[in-house]
């Protein structure tokens, strides 16, 4: 439950503190003074976004700090899960910056507003106008009717069933989204391998087929040269290997005579066996190389492939090619496969639904035991506070399977005696839907194990004997549950434990929004002006007196 409220610039609230009691806590005020302002507030608490447009004073941040006790609510799960510490007294804080920025912190952790949203609707259950209009939701149906069947372990089973299914399914409609794509591009990917394959890359050397080339087009130019080298080294008449033999012998026979004649003679012999060796070796290639016009053109085809094939394929190597050809052949590989893989997956579907199915049929079960009693216990209740005739039937259809479930709810209503119920959007009024929410509220409050429950405003188009009936039903919510009702009406007023008045202070140069707890005497004055006007008299005076004398006796 709340402990403290503290909200500190934000839209007319300058400054403002509060500590509701721990029962039933109303809160009154003029038209505008700021009472559903706090409401906004206290949303920033549970995760909502803001914006500098918040902020009373613009060079300023806007800080709400809410203290809350939850020693007694087994709340340590969801800090575990958020990775929070947990204390028995939790401190929520949002602040914004004249920047923009919002920081939101855990006791004093920064955290993220989905994280504050995870711990805050454990907290707080806040109903509002719009929420009145959610009834007419199908949504909010189903999930008011779970809260009141009570059955949380076959909705957490169904989810878990719905998660395997819809995991089974998205892997299914992958693989034959694949298949179909895949269908597509099977021809042109066998083109592709088959026209890598034929190509023989394996063990294929580029740049000796590249040098290959270059030597048989010019085989002619080479052969001449060689053999114009090789007449003047061996063959002519003053061929240099004969010129270097006799130089040979002439060096020889004067080698012993010194060191240095030694060494020349070894160095004309070694020249000589090199020249001899040269000579030999260009033979041995002119006797090779032949002009052959026919392996050009095998070789200039062969290249002509490579390069087409790399432009194709916008590569540089025939490595590079080789990986692309071994890519497209497991491609293929896997689409070969993917018939038994799908219909592995189809498998699992099926089982997955069967599953799903199984464990939402107990859930859709339950729902109809409970749909019966739920409207049964709606129509006591709106038949206490002024809806007299009121109808409620609660249809429980079978719908398109979704995380909620294989059901779809539908809450007719009907406020008059023999009309038949229709949807709630089309028959019920403002006030009915007020009333209706309240019971809904009501009923399953001790269900929902949350710790407090703020209305705003959801005596909306009621008065009188009604008045006071709810805020005796809000008396007994209030046994278990702290309470905190925004209303307008003094049987409202009169029913708190604590009542809180929020008024404008106009006494500085900027009205702002104040609070205040009242005391018993001035509790008789505000709800004897909300009696009889801003200058009640006695008789308003009295209807207050008697107000809180009829009221429960109060309690901190």
């Known amino acids: 439950m709340i402990k403290s409220l503290q909200i500190k610039n934000y839209a007319l609230i300058r400054e403002l503190e509060m500590s509701p009691s721990s029962r039933l806590n109303i809160i009154t005020g003029e038209t505008g003074a700021g009472k559903s302002i ?32 939850i020693s007694s609510y087994a709340l340590q799960s969801i800090f575990k899960t958020e ?4 204390e028995s007294e939790c401190v929520i804080r949002r602040e914004i910056n004249p920047s923009g920025k919002s920081r939101a912190f855990v006791n004093d952790t920064p955290t993220n507003l989905s994280t504050l949203k995870a711990i805050g609707e454990k907290l707080m259950d806040v109903h509002s106008q719009h929420e009145s209009l959610q009834l007419g939701s199908n949504l909010y149906q189903l999930n008011a009717l779970d809260a009141f069947a009570a ?16 995991a089974a399914k998205k892997d299914l409609d992958k693989l ?36 290959e080339l270059e030597v048989l087009e010019n085989a002619e130019d080479i052969k001449l040269k060689l053999s114009q080298t090789i007449h003047m080294l061996d063959e002519s008449e003053v061929a240099i290997i004969q010129q270097l033999t006799e130089s040979k012998s002439l060096i020889h026979s004067i080698a012993s005579f010194s060191k240095e004649l030694e060494n020349i003679s070894e160095r004309i012999d070694s020249a000589s066996i090199e020249l001899s060796d040269i000579s030999n070796e260009m033979q041995r290639i002119q006797d090779k190389v032949e002009h052959d016009p026919e392996k050009i053109q095998e070789l200039k085809d062969r290249l002509d492939l490579l390069f087409r094939l790399q432009k194709k394929h916008t590569v540089l190597t025939v490595s590079e090619l080789i990986q692309i ?23 699992e579907l099926d089982e997955a639904e069967r599953g799903m199915k199984e464990k939402g049929a107990k859930l859709s079960e339950s729902r109809k035991l409970s749909a019966l009693n739920f409207s049964d216990e709606i129509e006591k209740i709106i038949h206490q506070i002024g809806i007299e005739n009121g109808t409620v039937e609660i249809q ?22 023999g009309i038949k119920p229709q949807e709630l959007k089309e028959v019920a009024s403002g006030g009915e839907f007020s009333r209706l929410i309240f019971a809904v509220k009501y009923l399953i409050a001790d269900k929902t194990a949350m710790p407090t429950i703020i209305f705003d405003e959801i005596d909306t188009g009621v008065s009188g004997e009604v008045a006071l009936q709810m805020i005796r039903m809000m008396k007994h919510m209030s046994q278990n549950h702290q309470v905190i009702s925004i209303s307008h009406l003094p049987q409202f007023a009169a029913g708190g434990d604590a009542h809180y008045f929020v008024y404008k202070d106009h006494s500085s140069d900027r009205s702002v929004s104040r609070i205040k ?35 429960p006796e109060r309690s901190n």
């Open 396 to 417: 429980v259809n079978p719908g398109e399977p979704s995380s909620n479930g294989l059901d779809t709810i539908d809450m007719l209503f009907s406020a008059n005696k």
């Open 38 to 69: 706090m409401l906004g507030a206290v949303g920033l608490l549970l995760g909502k976004r803001a914006d500098t447009k918040v902020l009373l004073d613009e060079n300023q941040k806007c800080i709400v700090e809410g203290v809350f006790d």
């Open 517 to 551: 707890r009242l005391a018993d005497e001035d509790r008789i004055a505000e709800i004897a002006k909300m009696i009889g006007g801003e200058n009640p008299g006695a008789s308003a005076l009295a209807s207050a007196k008697e107000l809180l004398q009829m009221s």
């Open 325 to 347: 050809r071994d890519d497209l052949d497991l491609s293929l590989s896997k689409v070969a496969n993917l018939d038994s893989e799908i219909a592995k997956a189809r498998k």
């Open 176 to 211: 034959q989204a694949l298949a179909a794509q895949s269908a597509e591009d099977a021809d042109y990917k066998q083109f592709l391998l088959n026209e890598l394959l034929e190509a023989n890359l394996d063990d294929l050397n580029q740049e000796a087929l590249e040098s």
């Open 83 to 86: 990775d929070l510490d947990y």
């Open 151 to 166: 059955h949380p372990e076959l909705i957490s089973n169904f989810k878990q069933a719905y998660k395997s299914y819809s």
